[in-house]
T-cell receptor, first 114, second 116 residues
Framework: DAGVTQSPTHLIKTRGQHVTLRCSPISGHKSVSWYQQVLGQGPQFIFQYYEKEERGRGNFPDRFSARQFPNYSSELNVNALLLGDSALYLC?????????????FGEGSWLTVV | KQEVTQIPAALSVPEGENLVLNCSFTDSAIYNLQWFRQDPGKGLTSLLLIQSSQREQTSGRLNASLDKSSGRSTLYIAASQPGDSATYLCAVGSYDSGAGSYQLTFGKGTKLSVIP
C-alpha cells in the first residue's frame, strides 16, 4: 500500500505570494494533520482534520488555512508568504481522530520563500 | 503549554555501543508518546508508540520507556550500527476530548552519528 504522499516535493515562492500544498493519506485513514518544521527545530502542529472537519489548530496566523476533501486528501494553503514561512511542511495520517494508533508522516514539501 | 526537551542535541558513538537518548516533558497529562527517526531531508518514520498507561515498548534493538510522573522518556538503542545514524525525535501526544483533536508536541531532536 502507498504511504502518505505529498506534492510538490520542493518549491520556491516569492514573498507575498500564495502556496498550496497537497497530501493524500494512507488508504483507509480518515485523519490528516499538518506540521511545519523549520530547519534545526522539531515539527510544529498546524492543523488536524478528521472526517472533513477541522478538529484542531496550532498557534499559526490566519494566513494558514486547510481543508479536507471527501476522499480524505487535504490541502494546506498559505497566503501572503513571509521569509519565515520557509520550512519543511509535513502531512501525517492516522485511521482515527484520537490516534491511539501510530501516526504516519509523508516525506514533506520543502518550501523556500525568497 | 507542553514543552519537550531532548538531551543531548548531538551524539557520536563508535559502532557496537549501546546508547540512551533522553526526552523530558513539562505536562504529565499526556495521551501517548512516540519516538520518530528522521533522515536528512526526509520525513519522519515512527519507531515506537507508548500509550500513557504503558511503561515501555520494544522493537528489535530499540526499547523506549515512559515515566509520566517524572515527565521522562528514554530511547535505548542496543548494539548501534552506522545505519542508525539519523535525528531521533521525541513527540508527546495530547488529546482534547472536547474538540476531538489530537496533536504531537515535538522536541528538537538528538542527532546521532554512529562511527564505523
Amino acid at each position: 500500500d502507498a504511504g502518505v504522499t505529498q506534492s510538490p516535493t520542493h518549491l520556491i515562492k516569492t514573498r507575498g505570494q500564495h502556496v498550496t500544498l497537497r497530501c493524500s493519506p494512507i488508504s483507509g485513514h480518515k485523519s490528516v494533520s499538518w506540521y511545519q518544521q523549520v530547519l534545526g527545530q522539531g515539527p510544529q502542529f498546524i492543523f488536524q482534520y478528521y472526517e472533513k472537519e477541522e478538529r484542531g489548530r496550532g498557534n499559526f496566523p490566519d494566513r494558514f488555512s486547510a481543508r479536507q476533501f471527501p476522499n480524505y486528501s487535504s490541502e494546506l494553503n498559505v497566503n501572503a508568504l513571509l521569509l519565515g514561512d520557509s520550512a519543511l511542511y509535513l502531512c501525517a495520517s492516522s485511521p482515527y481522530g484520537t490516534s491511539g494508533n501510530t501516526i504516519y508522516f509523508g516525506e514533506g514539501s520543502w518550501l523556500t520563500v525568497v | 503549554k507542553q514543552e519537550v526537551t531532548q538531551i543531548p542535541a548531538a551524539l557520536s558513538v563508535p559502532e557496537g555501543e549501546n546508547l540512551v537518548l533522553n526526552c523530558s516533558f513539562t505536562d504529565s497529562a499526556i495521551y501517548n508518546l512516540q519516538w520518530f527517526r528522521q533522515d536528512p531531508g526526509k520525513g519522519l518514520t515512527s519507531l515506537l508508540l507508548i500509550q500513557s498507561s504503558q511503561r515501555e515498548q520494544t522493537s528489535g534493538r530499540l526499547n523506549a520507556s515512559l515515566d509520566k510522573s517524572s515527565g521522562r522518556s528514554t530511547l535505548y538503542i542496543a548494539a548501534s550500527q552506522p545505519g542508525d545514524s539519523a535525528t531521533y525525535l521525541c513527540a508527546v501526544g495530547s488529546y482534547d476530548s472536547g474538540a476531538g483533536s489530537y496533536q504531537l508536541t515535538f522536541g528538537k531532536g538528538t542527532k546521532l552519528s554512529v562511527i564505523p
